[in-house]
């Protein structure tokens, strides 16, 4: 009885450790995604990156502040709007977040028409 519990038991953590793995995958790609669509960004996101943002926001096992870019990213004409920018400045003052995401979000916040060069090397070296 004692080894079947403890079996159990193992089986349920490995399964948490391996779900919190899986989440953490999901969250890098979809920081890629977003990088890779702000660095091609030309005044807007196209129908199709729109889409691929919708996707990634909709997508509630992503952290929050993921699912904030995909939202700001989604809505940006010519540049963030108000609230968008208001949301990467939260993101950028999380202690927790990590230091990419940070600054991801504030190249998102600072965009004007297209990610200057600077930006887009920067996301190419944070997400190759």
Do not use: C, W
């Not at 079947?4 to 490995?14: D, E, G, N």
């Not at 995909?70 to 940006?76: E, R």
């Amino acid at each position: 009885m004692i080894k079947k519990l403890t079996k159990t038991v193992i089986v349920l953590m490995l399964s948490g450790m391996f779900s919190q793995a899986v989440i953490a995958q999901e969250a890098g790609a979809a920081l890629k995604t977003i990088a890779d669509i702000v660095s091609s960004l030309n005044h807007y996101p196209s129908d199709a990156d729109k889409a691929a943002l919708a996707e990634i926001e909709a997508n509630s096992n992503l952290p929050q502040g993921v699912r904030d870019m995909a939202s700001t990213v989604a809505s940006i004409s010519h540049s963030a709007n108000a609230e968008g920018k208001e949301a990467m400045a939260q993101i950028q003052g999380n202690e927790e977040a990590p230091e990419r995401a940070k600054q991801l979000a504030s190249i998102i916040a600072n965009i004007n028409h297209v990610a200057s060069d600077e930006a887009k090397a920067t996301l190419a070296e944070l997400y190759p």
